[in-house]
C-alpha cells in the first residue's frame, strides 16, 4: 500500500505534461506561460523539501503519506476546475506540496518495511517504484487526453479516485511505534568534509543540469515536438516523457553494480549527447533525432542521479546525510526552475525553435564541461581512492 502511495503521488504529479499544448491551444497561452505552469510545481516540491522535509520525524511517515495523498486529491481536484493558468499553477504547486511529503514518507516507510532479503537493493527498488509513477503519469495523462471528449479534465479524475481509495487503505496499516523529534522548520542545507568540495561541487551542479534537462522533456517538448513529428497529440507528447523515464528506470537497474563514479561519468557524457542530438533535431527537423536524444537522455538522467545519490552516500555519514542530500535536491530543482523559466522567456521572444537549440548548447555544454572536471578530480589519488 505504500508503493500504491508513491505510485499514485508521483503519477498525479507527471500526468498533466502530455496536456500542456492542449491547455496552450484552449488558453490561448504563450511558451512562458506554460513554463510558469511547470515551474509553481518545482516551488512547490522546493518549499516542501526546504521547510516541511522532516515532517515525518515528527508525525511518522504514515501520516505524512496521508497528508501527502489528501494534498494530491486537492491539487487535482483544482486542476479539473481551472479555468486559467493562474488557477491551474496554484493546483500545481500544491501538488509540488503533495510530491515532496509523498516522495520523503515513502521513501521512510519503504526503507523500515522492505523485506529483509531485499534491504540490499532497497534503494534500487524505491527508484524503480517512483520511475513506474512518473513513468505512469504522462503516459495515462496522454492516452486518455487523445480520447476523451473533455482532455483536460478526464484525466484527473481516474487518479484522484486512485488517490482516496489509497488513503482509505491506509488507515488499516499498522506501523511500528517511533520516537517522534520536535518539529523544525528552519531548513537544513550542508555540504560534506572540506576534502570533497571539488567532487561535491561537480555532484551539485550534475543535479542542476539533469533537472534543467528533464524540465525541458516534460514542460515543452509537447510543443516543439509538434514542430518536428509527423505525429502529435497527447499520446505522443505522453509516450515521448514515459520513454524517457522507463529508459532512465531501466539503466539504473542495469547499471546497479557499477561504481558510482563511473555512472556520474557515463551519465554526464551521455547527456551531452541526447542535447547535441536535439539539438540537432531542431535544426536539421529530423523527428528520428528526437527519439534518439530522448533515449539517449533517459539512460544518462537514470545512472547520472544513481552515481550522484552512491557518492553522496560514500562522502556522508547517518549524521549529515539527510542535509547534504537535501543540498542536492536543493540544486537540483532550482535546475527545474531558473533555466526553464529563462527558456520561457526566449521562446516568447525570439522563437520556440532558436530558444531550444540554445537551450542545448548551453546544458549540453554545462554537462560536458562537469565531465572533463570529474575527470581531472578522479586524477587525484586519494580522492579517487576515497570515492
Known amino acids: 500500500m505504500i508503493s500504491l502511495g508513491l505510485i499514485i503521488g508521483m503519477l498525479g504529479t507527471a500526468l498533466p505534461s502530455p496536456l500542456y499544448p492542449l491547455y496552450q491551444y484552449a488558453w490561448e ?35 505524512t503519506l496521508k497528508i501527502g495523498l489528501m494534498f494530491i486529491c486537492l491539487g487535482l481536484v483544482i486542476s479539473i476546475f481551472s479555468e486559467n493558468a493562474i488557477h ?48 505512469l503519469g504522462p503516459f495515462v495523462g496522454g492516452l486518455i487526453g487523445q480520447f476523451a471528449q473533455y482532455p483536460l479534465v478526464t484525466p484527473y479524475i481516474p487518479v484522484t479516485v486512485m488517490a482516496l481509495i489509497c488513503f482509505i487503505g491506509l488507515q488499516f496499516i499498522k506501523v511500528k511505534p517511533f520516537q517522534p523529534q520536535a518539529f523544525n522548520i528552519c531548513p537544513r542545507l550542508e555540504r560534506p568534509s572540506n576534502e570533497f568540495n571539488t567532487a561535491f561541487s561537480i555532484i551539485i551542479l550534475t543535479a542542476f543540469s539533469t533537472f534543467a534537462a528533464f524540465s525541458l522533456f516534460a514542460s515543452l517538448s509537447p510543443s516543439f515536438a509538434r514542430e518536428v513529428l509527423p505525429w502529435h497529440g497527447p499520446l505522443m507528447s505522453g509516450f515521448s516523457i514515459t520513454l524517457i523515464l522507463i529508459i532512465s528506470g531501466s539503466s539504473q537497474w542495469l547499471a546497479r553494480h557499477l561504481a558510482a563514479q563511473k555512472c556520474l561519468s557515463f551519465g554526464l557524457f551521455w547527456m551531452f549527447i541526447s542535447l547535441i542530438c536535439l539539438a540537432l533535431c531542431m ?71 532558436i530558444s531550444v537549440t540554445g537551450y542545448c548548447m548551453v546544458i549540453g555544454t554545462l554537462c560536458l564541461s562537469l565531465w572533463i572536471g570529474f575527470k581531472r578530480v578522479l586524477k587525484n589519488p586519494v580522492l579517487k581512492k576515497a570515492l
Not at 36 to 59: H, K, P
Open 88 to 135: 491551474l499553477s496554484f493546483g500545481r504547486f500544491i501538488i509540488g506540496i503533495a510530491s515532496g511529503l509523498i516522495s520523503t514518507s515513502s521513501l521512510i516507510g519503504l526503507m523500515q518495511n522492505i523485506p529483509q532479503k531485499l534491504e540490499p537493493l532497497a534503494s534500487q527498488i524505491v527508484s524503480i517504484i517512483t520511475v513506474i509513477g512518473f513513468g
Open 283 to 353: 535544426t536539421l527537423k529530423m523527428s528520428a533525432l528526437f527519439f534518439i536524444s530522448a533515449a539517449i537522455f533517459g539512460a544518462g538522467h537514470g545512472i547520472a542521479l544513481m552515481g550522484a545519490f552512491g557518492l553522496i552516500q560514500t562522502m556522508t555519514d547517518t549524521q549529515n546525510r539527510a542535509a547534504v542530500t537535501s543540498t542536492y535536491l536543493f540544486f537540483g530543482y532550482l535546475g527545474a526552475i531558473i533555466p526553464i523559466l529563462i527558456i520561457g522567456w526566449c521562446a516568447d521572444h525570439f522563437g520556440l525553435n
Open 29 to 63: 497561452l504563450s511558451p512562458s506561460q506554460i513554463t510558469y505552469i511547470f515551474v509553481a510545481y518545482m516551488f512547490g516540491c522546493l518549499a516542501t523539501l526546504l521547510f516541511f522535509g522532516r515532517t515525518s520525524n515528527t508525525i511518522g511517515f504514515l501520516n
